[in-house]
């Protein structure tokens, strides 16, 4: 079948001497158009591409203007959907020709932190040159698929430019899915809700991080990555499962040298897979050398006296005090929250008493502070001087606050902060930000960033069972798990459920919000600190299920823990074989359960000896958990 211009395209492509005014094309990619395109395996009108190990399928279709469809295990789970840009006057994925693609398969191996040390990025590339009649312009989409996700972009020819009014793509879900969503677009920080696809409202907004049961074939997370210049986006759903990119936040944007952010759709048989993905690292640029190697750039756990008794928790006095009970406790960092500038009456002076901090901190933790974007660091001149003032003084990290926005621009601020942190080798993460978008390996010295319904908002068991499974499964989430001795914070969630937090939620900057003097003396002290926060290795046990219960084992070098929280279900014997453990070994199983008294959400130490092969059973309750780690018994 070939693909033939209509009388029409080609009176209106002779009539056009040169682009539109929004955009400058004399400097195009140099490819040839192919007019047929060869169709591959009898695709009418189109292209089908398929992933390394064939689960994966999509298909670029160009007759009647650029859609495409995605199939999993043989079943359509993104039925054919409109794709493309609008400028004024013209949509860029309408009237074209398409060319050949180059095809290459990529296979690299690289380091990560988080639920894993290191990832394979195995996939394999389709650049299709398009030409666009009416304005004469050519760039390139490009299709990626992964054994576990697919994704696509537009590549624009360097030296173009163009004001976008919109992105016309859609993602027409399968309408037999049901939808795990939230509304808050701005933080993530909103509880997560489900239903059908067939029960979603029209005109609803949700953020652009949403997972989909599919129907007998798995799971789909939808979402985005690599924003370089380009606004951030919700999904509005229009109706029946019709899901449209939506520029919540901003109107009209001018690009050059575009290349739009990658539509990504994360495809899992299973949990576990789901959860170890990192299709959106995987299409996020690779870092520099430097940072790649940087040995500055250290992970751990952090201590922050925000939630206790707000009306001192920031004084220097009162960071002086928490400061000198976090020795033997496994500390690695001390968090100065905001209200240190309230210390003096200028700045410069504020600092000085944050080096006095330093001066007197325990010798194995380090020292990071807070700063809120409003109050300078977006502007060049002043971020550079606070963050040469604070590597002077011996600061590590920054945590920045308050963005809240995915416009062009605070997409573009999130990436000079990190680089200009960089530059002074400092640490970062982001509180009140956007979704993750793989910047944490383009910029390793970023460790983690909120964008999560964590303890801020207090303890909710169901939200608990669900994230794992959805923002979690992108990125590591500063979610604040663990502060037992707070009841504003914990709810009805027991000690056990919170411990089991710090196994099943990962970050590689872990907040701890706990007063230090609470854990001294605690049946879980030496548990709490030698528990790791970066992993060698994740498995989610089969068991876990959204919403109602997550269980994960995870090795840290030859240590194996468990972490197991249930939601607001009843009472229940939770059952497993630890089959991740060693051939012939014996292991000391150390565990904290939900204590046995009714009405008590303490946890209970209890130890026993274990081999792969045992049966070890739990019992558990309502928005409770147990959490564990096994020994070697020759360690």
Request: proline share 5%; with cysteine.
């Amino acid at each position: 079948m070939y693909f033939k211009p209509t009388k029409e395209m080609i009176e209106k492509a002779a009539l056009i001497k040169s682009v539109t005014a929004n955009i400058n094309a004399k400097k195009t990619h140099k490819f040839k158009i192919d007019v047929p395109l060869d169709f591959n395996k009898g695709i009418a009108d189109g292209y089908e591409m398929s992933s390394p190990d064939g689960q994966i399928k999509a298909r670029l279709y160009f007759k009647n203007g650029l859609r495409y469809e995605v199939i999993f295990g043989g079943r359509t789970v993104i039925e054919p959907s409109e794709m493309g840009i609008e400028i004024k006057n013209h949509k860029l994925g309408q009237n074209v020709f398409v060319g050949q693609p180059e095809i290459h398969e990529h296979d690299a191996e690289y380091t990560v932190r988080g639920k894993h040390n290191k990832t394979r990025d195995l996939h394999r590339a389709y650049r299709f040159p398009v030409h666009h009649f009416p304005t004469g312009l050519k760039y390139i989409v490009e299709f990626r698929l992964w054994n576990d996700g697919a994704g696509f972009r537009f590549e624009f020819p360097k030296g173009s430019r163009m004001l976008i009014f919109w992105e016309n793509t859609e993602i027409n879900v399968v309408r037999d899915s049901v939808c795990l969503y939230q509304t808050d677009v701005k933080k993530l920080q909103s509880k997560t809700l489900r239903a059908e696809i067939k029960d979603l409202p029209e005109d609803l907004r949700i953020a652009y991080l949403t997972t989909f049961e599919l129907s007998g074939v798995g799971y789909m997370i939808l979402t985005e990555s690599n924003l370089i210049n380009y606004p951030g986006a919700a999904l509005m759903h229009e109706s029946s499962g019709k899901f449209k990119i939506d520029f919540w936040d901003s109107g009209k944007f001018f690009v050059k040298d575009c290349a739009t952010p990658w539509r990504i759709a994360i495809l899992a048989h299973d949990l576990n897979t789901l959860v170890n993905n990192e299709v959106v690292k995987h299409a996020a640029d690779p870092p520099s050398p430097e940072l790649e190697n940087a040995d500055w750039i250290k992970p751990g756990k952090a201590a922050w006296s925000y939630f206790h008794d707000k009306a001192t928790s920031r004084s220097y006095e009162t960071i002086l005090e928490f400061n000198k009970q976090l020795d033997d406790l496994g500390y690695d960092f001390s968090l100065i929250d905001s209200g240190w500038r309230k210390w003096s009456l200028t700045e410069s002076t504020a600092i000085r008493k944050v080096k006095n901090v330093i001066k007197q901190k325990p010798e194995s933790v380090d020292i990071w502070v807070w700063k809120s974007i409003e109050m300078g660091p977006f502007i060049p001149l002043y971020r550079q001087w606070l963050l040469k003032k604070l590597q002077s003084i011996g600061v590590v990290g920054v945590k920045l606050d308050h963005i809240e926005t995915e416009t062009q621009w605070t997409i573009n601020v999130y990436r000079r902060f990190l680089e200009d942190a960089a530059k002074h080798k400092l640490m970062v993460i982001y509180h009140n930000p956007n979704k993750p978008t793989g910047l944490t390996r383009t910029y390793p010295n970023m460790l983690s960033r909120e964008a999560v319904r964590g303890l801020q908002c207090a303890a909710d068991a169901d939200d608990n069972t669900i994230i794992p499974f959805t923002r979690f499964a992108i990125d590591g989430a500063d979610y604040t798990p663990f502060c037992p001795s707070l009841p504003d914070r914990c709810t009805n969630t027991t000690v056990s459920h919170a411990l089991a937090n710090l196994i099943v939620f990962t970050s590689p900057f872990m907040t701890i919000a706990e007063h230090p003097k609470n854990l001294k003396g605690t049946v879980y002290q030496d548990f709490f600190k030698t528990i790791p926060v970066c992993w060698d290795e994740t498995i989610v046990l089969p068991q876990s299920e959204l919403g109602r219960l997550a269980a994960f084992a995870r090795r840290h070098e030859d240590l194996w823990y468990i972490g197991v929280q249930a939601g607001n279900i009843e009472d229940f014997e939770f059952s497993f074989t630890p089959h991740f453990l060693d051939d012939g070994k014996e292991y000391k199983l150390e565990m904290f359960t939900d204590s046995e008294e009714k009405d008590s959400k303490d946890t209970v130490r209890c130890e026993r000896i274990v081999t792969k092969d045992d049966t070890i059973k739990v019992n558990i309750k309502t928005a409770g958990g147990f959490a564990g780690r096994f020994i070697p018994i020759n360690q």
